[in-house]
């Protein structure tokens, strides 16, 4: 989205390097039709099948005549506008030679679409003329009763008028687009040709002028800087400050309108101010005529700043009237010898009294007054182009810009830029333009307006309550808890969670899908519980079900990992410093060789525990590593270090066998291998759908650990409360994540359809799906013989799955980047739930980090996308469970645009709001994007991002 803005010479883009920046972005393949066309606006809207207002392009002729006006160089169109006319079905007439000036030949033309012919026939078969200096009484002859679009100055020109009417032309002034009408600033061509004058004026000032307009200071002498003085700070005013700014002058400003002495500040200029109060701001944005009183002022002001300035530039003017005189001779008098006067409105009489129009003329005090009135022309490539943009722009806005229908031309009064420039119509005159109505005065309301009470006691309520609510509920789990055992898992659990929600806060939104990735790869720990299950296996099931757990958590692990590398290596320039992080895997094997040879010995037995604590600040310490993108890969190097210890202090504790440790090996291997294979094949593009369904795997290895241990009780009738309830919730909570993942990954990889389930009983249907589950693990919780307390653990299973996949399934596809957040911490609980039933102070400590942190970046999602979180949990709950009406129409106008409009677009704006979607990072195009905002930024252009967490954020600049 680009808002645009009048063109602000303060805030010029260097033209090239933005277009450099997009064939980057373009290169980068970041559009989804041709490189080169990027889509502003979408619509869906169907045409009515009615006839269409106006006469369509094809049956149209436009002509451009040579410009005849002494010393004119520019010409009314280009050979890219002309394509622009050829292209939707214009036949363009150009007289022969009329763009020699301007450095555009008849080839050109001709190459562009255009027919070149003589003078005659432009005008006498032409349907509509472009035109840039008003026409001549013989050449509005021949027009008869066409039309013309040029610079007309109707105000000056009444002749001119009278004869458009009477020959029942119809004409349209490039001088009379209303400035105030944001979307005509694309047609105002005072303003593109008032800047390329003041430029030019300042350039010819310093041709003139016998010093650099930089100060320097060399070893022969000292140059001091030249003294600017600018007279009106319009479009020409602030191009002449900040060209004299990047000469290095030191520039002042001074102009009738109080308004204008932000701009001149924002470039560096100093601002003049006249000692008597009265605003000169006119109607439309211009001047208006002051009084006496303030004349007296000002010229003491100016008096006294000529004697100090080197350089006077004017270009104050009142639309249709005689150029105020700034200046007077005795002014110019003071002045230095060797100063320069460039006098912009020397062909409306002059602001500077010894101007003389189109000549230099040097005083007896060796002041040189120059009072050319053909700046522009003396850019003439430039000039034309820019007029011819504005012109043939406004030509293909009549008619499609009301009516939106294609390609026709059609003169509507209520399009505001066409009713403000349509000077005679048919012979009748349309000048001026009738003011707009008033706006309707708001119905005024009588009723009292109540003051706001503000309740400054509530949130300190609030904040009570919910500390009365936390001391409370940490107190009941003292008062319930049956052993010294649970009292520290609960104490590790609570301290877990608290780091886990602190650690997520401070990691960058940009990082978000690296940490989603890193989480459910360290999720992947639930292989510790497979691996304690199969050291204590007493039948063929368990054996299975512990190496089901075992292999799925590798497989996430190794994959998990992989995928997080490929996110963050989105991130990496081809130009950025080398990288050494495998140096880091000295330490790691050093920490590995310690401990086995510690644990092996037999004679520190508190080693294990020592390890496994060290596996968990190290899983801490990769989740803590995504706050910035300069410790993001430490941070995964970090994790990886943490579950591979986790693994060996696991075995160390356990000392299996030799046989079930070459189980376990195998088993390991087998699992990694299989997440390599599918980690290296992962496309970029398919990043976040393999995050969801690695979290699959997680849930089922929860699930087949629990029942597996379960069933591996000596007698489950025995179980205490807590180790049923862990059982249970590792279950349910496992199976919910993997049938939710599947969902997940469905839709995001595009297997299913995108729109939400809309059962008219969605809410009904998962109630009923939950209190099953409930009911199931009552039947658990009563401590069943193995047989019974197996059935209600399947039956858990079943409903808590078909749950996560039916709660998953009702909601939409645009919102499964946070149910991706949801069941990966999910996951972290089921692994919690784990840690409790194995009495595994790891697990419990990683699950809840996990599960925590999970937790608060569902909720940061949830915020930045206006999302209730609880709604997502319960699967759309509170929500409509089917659309019911029409669907919503978008209406709007589809348009195109080539990377060089683009630019123009991006040089002519004063905000831009970029929205970069995941495909832009999959392409590496944010790094040229990033040159591309720093260019406009320096030109000081405001840049704004509008990141949807939708796209996982990870194309964040």
Not at 22 to 50: G, H, I, N, P
Not at 836 to 841: G, Q, T
Not at 890 to 914: A, H, K, N, P, R
Request: aromatic share 6%; charged share 15%.
């Amino acid at each position: 989205m680009i808002r645009l803005a009048s063109l602000n010479t303060a805030s010029t883009v260097t033209k090239s390097g933005l277009r450099t920046s997009l064939l980057c972005l373009s290169r980068s393949r970041l559009t989804s039709t041709s490189s080169s066309l990027a889509t502003r606006s979408f619509s869906s809207k169907k045409e009515e099948d009615v006839k269409p207002k106006g006469i369509p392009y094809n049956k149209l002729t436009v002509g451009v005549p040579k410009e005849r006006f002494p010393l004119e160089k520019r010409v009314a169109a280009t050979p890219e506008s002309v394509s622009k006319l050829v292209k939707p079905g214009f036949n363009v007439l150009i007289e022969k030679g009329a763009g020699s000036s301007s450095y555009f030949s008849d080839a050109d033309y001709e190459s562009a679409g255009a027919k070149i012919v003589e003078a005659d026939q432009v005008w006498k078969e032409s349907d509509i003329v472009m035109k840039l200096r008003p026409p001549t009484k013989e050449e509005l002859t021949q027009l008869d009763n066409r039309t013309i679009i040029s610079f007309l100055y109707p105000a000056q020109n009444p002749d001119l008028l009278q004869q458009l009417q009477d020959q029942k032309s119809t004409a349209f002034s490039m001088d009379c687009i209303p400035r105030t009408l944001s979307r005509g600033q694309t047609y105002d061509a005072l303003s593109s040709q008032a800047n390329i004058t003041g430029y030019r004026a300042v350039v010819e000032a310093s041709n003139e002028f016998g010093r650099f307009f930089a100060g320097q200071m060399t070893a022969a002498g000292k140059v001091p800087p030249a003294k600017v003085l600018v007279v009106g700070t319009g479009v020409a005013g602030l191009a002449a400050i900040q060209t004299a700014k990047n000469m290095g002058a030191i520039v002042r400003a001074f102009d009738v309108r109080p308004v204008t002495k932000e701009q001149v500040e924002a470039m560096g200029g100093q601002f003049l101010e006249v000692d008597y109060q009265e605003d000169g701001s006119g109607a439309g944005g211009y001047a208006k005529e002051m009084s006496k009183e303030w004349h007296a002022a000002a010229a003491k002001m100016l008096g006294k700043q000529c004697e100090e300035v080197d350089i006077v530039i004017t270009t104050a003017a009142i639309p249709g009237r005689k150029a105020p005189l700034m200046i007077t001779k005795a002014m110019v008098d003071k002045m230095k010898s060797g100063s320069v006067t460039v006098d912009l409105a020397a062909e409306s009489g002059g602001n500077i009294e010894t101007t003389v129009k189109d000549e230099k003329f040097i005083t007896d005090n060796g002041v040189t007054c120059l009072g050319y009135t053909d700046l522009a022309s003396r850019l003439p490539t430039t000039s034309s182009s820019l007029y011819s943009n504005n012109i043939s722009k406004f030509l293909l806005s009549m008619g499609p810009q009301t009516t939106k229908v294609k390609d026709y031309f059609y003169i509507d009064h209520e399009d505001d830029a066409v009713r403000g420039m349509l000077t005679v119509e048919n012979g009748k005159l349309m000048w001026p333009a009738p003011m707009p109505p008033p706006p309707v005065a708001a119905k005024k309301d009588d009723k009292p307006v109540e003051p706001e009470v503000i309740d400054y006691r509530a949130p300190y309520v609030q904040g009570a309550k919910q500390a009365s609510y936390l001391a409370g509920s940490v107190l009941t789990v003292g008062c319930i808890s049956p052993d010294p055992a649970f009292s520290a898992m609960f104490t590790t659990f609570a301290l877990s969670n608290i780091i886990g929600v602190q650690v997520v806060l401070g990691v960058t939104h940009a990082l978000h899908s690296p940490l989603m990735a890193v989480t459910n790869a360290i999720s992947g720990t639930t292989a510790l519980g497979g691996i304690h299950l199969l050291a204590h296996s007493n039948s063929a099931g368990v054996t299975a079900l512990a190496a089901a757990a075992t292999t799925l958590s590798t497989v996430n692990i190794v994959g998990g990992f992989i995928v997080t590398k490929k996110m963050l290596d989105m991130f990496k320039r081809p130009t950025d410093p080398p990288e050494y992080y495998h140096l880091y895997g000295i330490p790691a094997a050093g920490t590995m060789a310690f401990y086995t040879a510690g644990t092996m010995s037999g004679h520190v037995p508190e080693i294990d525990s020592a390890a496994a604590t060290l596996s968990g600040l190290l899983c801490i310490g990769g989740i803590a590593g995504l706050s910035s993108q300069s410790t993001a890969r430490l941070g995964a190097a970090s994790g990886q270090a943490g579950v591979a210890l986790g693994v060996a202090s696991t075995l160390g504790h356990l000392h299996p066998d030799l046989g079930t440790t070459a189980k376990i090996a195998t088993l390991m291997g087998i699992g990694g291998l299989a997440g390599k294979y599918i980690g290296d094949r992962v496309e970029p593009t398919s990043l976040p759908q393999t995050v969801a369904a690695f979290h699959s795997l997680v849930g089922v290895a929860a699930s087949a650990a629990a029942i597996g241990d379960f069933a591996n009780a000596p007698s489950p009738a025995d179980l205490d409360k807590v180790h049923l309830a862990s059982v249970y919730l590792a279950t349910v909570i496992g199976s919910v994540t993997c049938t939710g993942s599947l969902v997940a990954f469905g839709k995001l990889d595009g297997r299913m359809g995108s729109a939400p389930m809309q059962h008219p009983a969605r809410d009904q249907i998962n109630m009923g799906l939950g209190a099953a589950t409930l009911g199931a693990g009552a039947v658990v919780m009563g401590g069943p013989e193995v047989g019974t307390g197996l059935a209600a653990l399947g039956g858990a299973l079943t409903t808590s799955g078909a749950l996560g996949w039916h709660m998953t399934a009702s909601i939409g596809g645009a919102d499964m980047p946070v149910v991706i957040t949801v069941l990966n911490s999910y996951s972290g609980w089921a692994l919690c739930a784990e840690g409790f039933m194995l009495d595994m102070p790891i697990l419990t400590t990683v699950g809840a980090l996990i599960g925590c942190s999970g937790a608060a970046l569902t909720k940061i999602m949830c915020d930045a996308m206006n999302r209730d979180i609880l709604s997502v949990i319960l699967g759309g709950y509170g929500t409509k469970s089917s659309g019911k009406g029409e669907a919503m129409t978008f209406e709007g106008e589809v348009t195109q645009t080539s990377i060089d409009e683009t630019c123009s677009l991006l040089m002519e704006s004063e905000s831009v709001i970029i929205v970069p979607g995941y495909g832009l990072a999959v392409a590496k195009g944010q790094y040229p994007l990033k040159e591309m905002v720093d260019v406009l930024r320096s030109a000081g252009k405001k840049v704004r991002f509008g990141i949807h967490p939708g796209e996982l954020t990870i194309a964040a600049v």
